[in-house]
Protein backbone atom coordinates (compact mmCIF):
# COMPACT_ATOMS: atom_id res chain seq x y z
CA UNK A 1 0.00 0.00 0.00
CA UNK A 2 1.27 2.89 -1.22
CA UNK A 3 2.00 5.46 1.23
CA UNK A 4 2.80 9.50 0.99
CA UNK A 5 5.14 11.55 4.16
CA UNK A 6 5.77 15.65 3.78
CA UNK A 7 8.20 16.89 5.49
CA UNK A 8 10.18 19.76 5.83
CA UNK A 9 10.49 22.72 7.83
CA UNK A 10 7.36 24.26 9.57
CA UNK A 11 8.06 28.00 9.77
CA UNK A 12 9.62 30.17 7.17
CA UNK A 13 10.75 33.39 6.84
CA UNK A 14 8.70 36.13 4.94
CA UNK A 15 11.10 36.70 1.30
CA UNK A 16 12.64 32.97 2.11
CA UNK A 17 12.11 29.86 0.24
CA UNK A 18 9.69 26.72 1.27
CA UNK A 19 11.21 23.81 0.53
CA UNK A 20 8.94 20.33 1.21
CA UNK A 21 9.95 16.73 0.39
CA UNK A 22 7.61 13.94 -0.22
CA UNK A 23 8.60 10.58 0.73
CA UNK A 24 6.85 7.80 -1.25
CA UNK A 25 6.55 4.38 0.65
CA UNK A 26 5.08 0.99 -0.54
CA UNK A 27 5.69 1.90 -3.84
CA UNK A 28 7.74 2.75 -7.18
CA UNK A 29 7.65 6.44 -8.10
CA UNK A 30 7.39 5.52 -11.82
CA UNK A 31 4.60 6.22 -14.34
CA UNK A 32 2.37 8.46 -11.95
CA UNK A 33 1.97 12.37 -11.41
CA UNK A 34 3.45 13.45 -8.07
CA UNK A 35 1.66 17.07 -7.09
CA UNK A 36 1.79 19.11 -4.47
CA UNK A 37 -1.57 20.73 -3.10
CA UNK A 38 -2.27 23.83 -0.63
CA UNK A 39 -5.18 24.81 1.71
CA UNK A 40 -4.47 27.85 3.63
CA UNK A 41 -6.76 28.27 6.90
CA UNK A 42 -10.26 27.80 6.61
CA UNK A 43 -9.94 27.79 2.65
CA UNK A 44 -10.02 25.67 -0.01
CA UNK A 45 -7.90 23.42 -2.18
CA UNK A 46 -5.07 25.41 -4.25
CA UNK A 47 -3.07 23.11 -6.81
CA UNK A 48 0.22 24.02 -6.96
CA UNK A 49 2.01 21.76 -9.06
CA UNK A 50 3.17 18.45 -10.51
CA UNK A 51 5.95 16.10 -11.58
CA UNK A 52 5.78 12.90 -14.08
CA UNK A 53 8.26 10.13 -13.08
CA UNK A 54 9.95 11.09 -16.63
CA UNK A 55 11.15 14.48 -14.68
CA UNK A 56 8.07 16.90 -16.93
CA UNK A 57 6.59 19.56 -14.71
CA UNK A 58 3.42 21.56 -14.57
CA UNK A 59 2.68 24.50 -12.62
CA UNK A 60 -0.46 26.42 -11.71
CA UNK A 61 -0.01 29.55 -13.74
CA UNK A 62 -0.57 31.79 -10.54
CA UNK A 63 2.26 30.56 -8.80
CA UNK A 64 4.90 29.42 -11.85
CA UNK A 65 7.36 32.33 -11.64
CA UNK A 66 8.10 30.89 -7.98
CA UNK A 67 7.56 27.23 -7.77
CA UNK A 68 9.53 24.64 -8.82
CA UNK A 69 9.05 20.42 -8.75
CA UNK A 70 11.84 18.09 -8.49
CA UNK A 71 12.00 14.33 -8.16
CA UNK A 72 14.77 11.94 -6.92
CA UNK A 73 13.42 8.98 -8.35
CA UNK A 74 16.84 6.91 -6.22
CA UNK A 75 15.31 7.79 -2.98
CA UNK A 76 11.15 7.80 -3.81
CA UNK A 77 11.01 11.27 -3.15
CA UNK A 78 9.39 14.22 -4.69
CA UNK A 79 10.16 17.64 -3.59
CA UNK A 80 8.70 21.54 -3.83
CA UNK A 81 10.34 25.01 -3.50
CA UNK A 82 8.26 28.09 -3.28
CA UNK A 83 10.47 31.22 -3.52
CA UNK A 84 9.78 34.61 -1.99
CA UNK A 85 7.05 33.80 0.49
CA UNK A 86 4.62 35.69 2.25
CA UNK A 87 2.04 35.44 5.11
CA UNK A 88 -0.55 34.46 2.01
CA UNK A 89 1.71 30.99 1.58
CA UNK A 90 0.56 29.71 5.35
CA UNK A 91 -0.86 26.88 4.50
CA UNK A 92 -1.39 22.65 5.11
CA UNK A 93 1.08 21.63 2.02
CA UNK A 94 -0.10 17.96 1.00
CA UNK A 95 1.39 16.17 -1.27
CA UNK A 96 -0.26 13.68 -3.68
CA UNK A 97 -0.90 10.98 -6.68
CA UNK A 98 -2.42 11.21 -9.75
CA UNK A 99 -2.86 8.74 -12.13
CA UNK A 100 -3.32 9.26 -16.33
CA UNK A 101 -3.76 6.83 -18.77
CA UNK A 102 -0.83 6.68 -21.22
CA UNK A 103 -2.83 8.10 -24.54
CA UNK A 104 -4.01 11.21 -21.84
CA UNK A 105 -7.38 9.83 -22.16
CA UNK A 106 -8.44 8.97 -19.01
CA UNK A 107 -7.56 10.69 -15.33
CA UNK A 108 -8.24 8.39 -12.31
CA UNK A 109 -8.67 11.24 -9.70
CA UNK A 110 -5.74 11.69 -6.73
CA UNK A 111 -5.85 8.36 -5.19
CA UNK A 112 -3.10 8.53 -2.59
CA UNK A 113 -2.26 11.81 -0.12
CA UNK A 114 -0.04 12.51 2.51
CA UNK A 115 -1.33 13.60 5.57
CA UNK A 116 -0.02 16.84 5.16
CA UNK A 117 2.41 19.41 7.09
CA UNK A 118 1.58 23.29 8.03
CA UNK A 119 3.80 25.88 7.40
CA UNK A 120 3.88 29.66 8.41
CA UNK A 121 5.38 32.10 7.32
CA UNK A 122 6.40 34.50 9.72
CA UNK A 123 9.25 36.53 10.88
CA UNK B 1 -7.70 27.81 -17.60
CA UNK B 2 -10.88 26.42 -16.21
CA UNK B 3 -12.90 27.29 -13.37
CA UNK B 4 -14.62 24.87 -11.21
CA UNK B 5 -17.87 26.63 -9.30
CA UNK B 6 -20.03 24.82 -6.73
CA UNK B 7 -22.64 25.58 -5.18
CA UNK B 8 -24.42 25.70 -2.52
CA UNK B 9 -21.41 26.90 -0.88
CA UNK B 10 -23.45 25.12 2.83
CA UNK B 11 -26.11 22.23 2.66
CA UNK B 12 -27.53 21.87 5.70
CA UNK B 13 -29.71 18.42 5.84
CA UNK B 14 -30.32 15.80 8.51
CA UNK B 15 -29.52 12.30 8.64
CA UNK B 16 -30.99 10.11 5.91
CA UNK B 17 -31.84 12.82 3.69
CA UNK B 18 -30.53 12.74 0.03
CA UNK B 19 -27.41 15.71 -0.92
CA UNK B 20 -27.27 17.03 -4.02
CA UNK B 21 -24.20 18.82 -5.12
CA UNK B 22 -23.21 20.84 -8.51
CA UNK B 23 -20.25 21.61 -9.89
CA UNK B 24 -19.98 23.68 -12.32
CA UNK B 25 -17.18 24.46 -15.01
CA UNK B 26 -16.14 27.67 -16.81
CA UNK B 27 -15.63 25.63 -20.34
CA UNK B 28 -16.62 22.09 -20.80
CA UNK B 29 -14.79 19.22 -19.34
CA UNK B 30 -14.15 15.80 -20.17
CA UNK B 31 -15.95 13.21 -18.23
CA UNK B 32 -13.49 11.36 -17.58
CA UNK B 33 -11.25 13.96 -16.40
CA UNK B 34 -14.00 15.27 -13.51
CA UNK B 35 -13.35 13.90 -9.88
CA UNK B 36 -14.59 14.47 -6.53
CA UNK B 37 -13.01 14.44 -3.12
CA UNK B 38 -14.31 14.59 0.58
CA UNK B 39 -12.53 15.92 3.05
CA UNK B 40 -13.04 16.02 6.97
CA UNK B 41 -11.20 18.78 9.69
CA UNK B 42 -7.93 17.91 10.09
CA UNK B 43 -7.17 15.43 7.24
CA UNK B 44 -6.54 15.21 4.04
CA UNK B 45 -9.42 14.70 1.31
CA UNK B 46 -10.26 11.50 0.13
CA UNK B 47 -11.45 10.64 -3.75
CA UNK B 48 -14.90 9.57 -4.19
CA UNK B 49 -15.27 9.94 -7.33
CA UNK B 50 -13.20 9.65 -10.60
CA UNK B 51 -14.23 9.97 -14.50
CA UNK B 52 -17.31 11.98 -13.26
CA UNK B 53 -19.30 8.45 -12.15
CA UNK B 54 -16.84 6.07 -11.13
CA UNK B 55 -16.54 5.19 -7.32
CA UNK B 56 -13.38 4.58 -6.44
CA UNK B 57 -11.94 1.75 -4.05
CA UNK B 58 -13.79 1.22 -0.90
CA UNK B 59 -16.95 4.13 -1.65
CA UNK B 60 -20.00 3.45 -0.53
CA UNK B 61 -22.68 3.08 -3.52
CA UNK B 62 -24.94 6.04 -1.65
CA UNK B 63 -22.31 8.03 -3.69
CA UNK B 64 -23.09 8.87 -7.42
CA UNK B 65 -21.40 11.31 -9.65
CA UNK B 66 -23.02 12.26 -12.83
CA UNK B 67 -23.05 14.99 -15.71
CA UNK B 68 -20.92 15.97 -18.75
CA UNK B 69 -19.86 19.14 -20.55
CA UNK B 70 -19.61 21.93 -17.88
CA UNK B 71 -22.18 21.08 -15.00
CA UNK B 72 -21.73 17.93 -12.68
CA UNK B 73 -23.18 16.69 -9.67
CA UNK B 74 -22.25 14.08 -6.77
CA UNK B 75 -25.34 12.61 -4.98
CA UNK B 76 -25.59 11.04 -1.90
CA UNK B 77 -28.33 9.25 -1.80
CA UNK B 78 -28.96 9.01 2.05
CA UNK B 79 -27.04 11.12 4.24
CA UNK B 80 -25.01 9.04 6.99
CA UNK B 81 -23.37 10.72 10.15
CA UNK B 82 -20.10 10.31 8.44
CA UNK B 83 -21.06 12.42 5.62
CA UNK B 84 -20.86 15.88 7.26
CA UNK B 85 -17.80 17.24 5.66
CA UNK B 86 -16.89 18.77 2.87
CA UNK B 87 -16.86 17.77 -1.13
CA UNK B 88 -14.70 19.19 -3.79
CA UNK B 89 -14.58 18.77 -7.49
CA UNK B 90 -11.74 18.65 -9.58
CA UNK B 91 -10.76 18.46 -13.19
CA UNK B 92 -7.60 17.72 -15.25
CA UNK B 93 -6.97 19.68 -18.65
CA UNK B 94 -4.53 21.00 -20.13
CA UNK B 95 -1.66 19.22 -18.30
CA UNK B 96 -3.13 21.38 -15.34
CA UNK B 97 -5.36 20.65 -12.18
CA UNK B 98 -8.07 23.15 -10.82
CA UNK B 99 -10.15 22.63 -7.74
CA UNK B 100 -13.99 24.10 -7.46
CA UNK B 101 -14.51 25.92 -3.53
CA UNK B 102 -16.22 23.46 -1.88
CA UNK B 103 -19.32 22.13 -0.70
CA UNK B 104 -19.75 22.27 2.95
CA UNK B 105 -22.23 19.43 4.48
CA UNK B 106 -23.47 20.35 7.90
CA UNK B 107 -26.00 18.90 10.41
CA UNK B 108 -29.10 20.20 10.06
Known amino acids: QVQLRESGPRLVKPSETLSLTCSVS????????WNWIRQPPGKGLEWIGC???????NYNPSLKSRVTISADTSKNQFSLKLDSVTAADTAVYFCARDVLTTWGDYYYGMDVWGQGTTVTVSS | EIVLTQSPGTLSLSPGERATLSCRASQSVRSSYLAWYQQKPGQAPRLLIYGASSRATGIPDRFSGSGSGTDFTLTISRLEPEDFAVYYC?????????FGQGTKVEIK
Open chain 1, 26 to 33: GGSVSRYY
Open chain 1, 51 to 57: IYSSGST
Open chain 2, 90 to 98: QQYGDSLRT
